[in-house]
């Protein structure tokens, strides 16, 4: 056999193992992520049916992002904290509509939360005051 068939030889046996192996490197990473998204998405479906939900029962936090207020209406006990979380990449505020006892949050950074106790029965309507569109609603009951 010539040198230049060797090499081609070695050359051909060194991409068909270098394949192989990203191959079942790949195969292996994507047993793992397929897993790990399935399982994921499991442990996650309860919660996304409550986060999108319009109204929610379950919970006293309130996610500001892709700029609105999520869940947009919520019903909690009286004497309850409600808790907004700011997930966008843009400030908002939280604030109160109708004169009434309710939260003023102030300029609500990227990140941030802010949480206001609500101490009174009744129904509360707030918005953002940098983007006026953006409204929610808090039901206190007894």
Excluded at 5 to 20: E, F, P, Q, S, Y
Excluded at 86 to 104: F, L, S, Y
């Amino acid at each position: 056999m010539s040198q230049k068939t060797i090499v081609w030889i070695i050359v051909v046996a060194i991409i068909l193992l270098g394949g192989g192996a990203l191959i079942a490197a790949n195969r292996n990473n994507n047993k793992t992520n397929s897993t790990t998204t399935t399982n994921s998405s499991n442990n996650n479906s309860s919660t996304s049916s409550t986060e999108n939900s319009s109204t929610s029962t379950q919970s006293n936090a309130v996610t500001i992002e892709n700029m609105m207020f999520s869940p947009a209406s919520i019903t909690v006990k009286k004497g309850t904290a409600v808790t907004w979380t700011n997930k966008d990449a843009v400030t908002h505020t939280v604030t109160e509509n109708d004169e009434q006892k309710g939260p003023d949050s102030g300029d609500l950074a990227s990140g941030k939360t802010y949480s206001f106790t609500y101490d009174t029965v009744g129904t509360f309507k707030y918005h953002c005051a940098i983007h006026p569109n953006m409204t929610g609603t808090v039901t206190v009951t007894e």
